[in-house]
């Protein structure tokens, strides 16, 4: 092990490429509110990658999320099914439009939501599925997209962990009605904060650039569609800046660069810990239906003790090694916004048990030994 001391994050925010030239550039070109220039080029890259109908850059994931519940018509007394072992966004923006929740569990061997238990959680009041591809990893779309079919439900799919993964080999993202994506600091291709709504159904492509404009129809005009703008429909302001629209392209002109790394230093983790004898942890599964895209690595122990005792001993080292989500059918709001009880013993087990390992673009082999070194050091101890 290298004896060299390092005080390795958690994560690290990073410049690959042009980031900063093309945040001056926007300024130069005297235009740093939405959809200018920069914004266009994201928007074009997403849909020329994987083949989306339409993008729009927005100030985060948590309001793509938001702006695909006011597409879909969400209101009270419609249910939305979804895992419960995610990030409060996936919940929250159907919680503003009154919604109910229901939660389905993990999948035994991954977090992600099991596919065979949403059936039995259909309604005539269920609207929508929302599928979140957790570590970037695909959930099981075949059968949901069924279901989807079978019941004449929405899909949403949170991609905010999955740029560039794919299941059997289609672009995550592309199944969705809707998809979001997320370019906070702590993703693979970052902005500060940022997201992308991608709209897939061709139903709602013009109704979608409507309620990003505040409800006007200011984009259609700027393009010379109609000759006047104003007010048509309900919205926001969800349009992302064009300072954070030029960072964000920088790092997508970066993308293979950014993705070989950091899938790099996964399948190094992956490697050498498998060598370990695994009796105190287990590694992510990866299932043969999906890829690795190098948003993150995680061990799974099997007790919150023995998690709670390998972040200290690592933290000790200097080494941020993080828990995940806390299962939201628990959290202190759900309990005051519904009184269903639910038994989602999965999902629990994943938020006790599951610790996510340092990954991020600067990391350096070096670092990523020291990590490695310390993790063997604790099984042997
Ligand atoms: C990061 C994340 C979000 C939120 O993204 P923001 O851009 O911060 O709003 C939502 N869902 C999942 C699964 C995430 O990982």
Same mark, same amino acid.
């Given at each position: ?83 419960? +072992?995610? #990030?409060?966004? @996936?919940? *929250? ?7 109910? /929740? &229901? ?77 979001? +994506?997320? #370019?906070?600091? @702590?993703? *693979? ?7 992308? /709504? &991608? ?183």
């Amino acid at each position: 092990m290298a004896d060299k001391a390092f005080d390795i994050p958690f994560n690290k925010p990073f410049i690959v490429g042009k980031e900063l030239d093309y945040i001056k550039d926007a300024v130069d070109r005297k235009k740093i509110s939405g959809n200018g220039h920069y914004s266009k080029l994201c928007h074009r890259f997403f849909e020329e990658r994987y083949g989306y109908k339409k993008c729009l850059m927005t100030t985060s994931c948590t309001d793509a999320l938001e702006m695909s519940a006011i597409l879909a018509d969400i209101k009270e007394g419609d249910e939305v099914i979804l895992p419960s +072992y995610t #990030f409060v966004s @996936t919940a *929250n923006a159907f919680v503003l439009r009154n919604a109910k /929740l &229901v939660f389905v569990d993990s999948e035994p061997d991954h977090p992600n939501m099991d596919a065979s238990k949403i059936e039995e959680s259909i309604t005539p009041n269920t609207k929508a599925i929302v599928v979140v591809h957790y570590a970037g990893k695909a959930c099981d779309m075949d059968p949901i997209m069924e279901l989807c079919a079978k019941y004449n439900l929405f899909l949403i799919e949170d991609c905010a962990q999955a740029i560039d993964s794919t299941y059997k080999g289609k672009p995550l993202g592309s199944f969705g009605d809707f998809s979001a +994506y997320s #370019f906070h600091e @702590t993703k *693979n291709v970052i902005s500060g904060e940022g997201g992308l /709504l &991608v709209v897939n159904n061709e139903k709602y492509l013009d109704r979608s650039e409507i309620i990003w404009e505040k409800g006007t129809n200011r984009a259609a005009f700027f393009r010379g569609e109609v000759d006047k703008y104003g007010w048509v429909d309900k919205g926001s302001s969800f349009l992302a800046s064009e300072l954070n629209a030029a960072y964000l392209y920088g790092q997508l002109e970066c993308l293979e660069l950014i993705q070989n790394k950091r899938i790099k230093i996964v399948e190094r983790y992956r490697s050498e810990l498998s060598a370990l004898n695994q009796t105190i942890f287990e590694l992510p599964v990866l299932k043969d239906y999906t890829v690795e895209n190098g948003h993150m690595f995680y061990l799974l122990f099997h007790d919150l003790d023995s998690r709670s005792e390998f972040i200290r001993y690592m933290r000790a080292q200097k080494i941020h090694c993080v828990f995940h989500y806390l299962s939201l059918h628990r959290s202190d709001f759900f309990k005051g916004y519904d009184d269903v009880n639910y038994d989602l013993p999965y999902c629990d087990q994943y938020a006790d048990t599951l610790v996510r390992l340092p990954v991020f673009y600067e990391l350096s082999d070096e670092e990523q030994e020291y990590i490695i070194g310390h993790i063997k050091a604790f099984v042997e101890k």
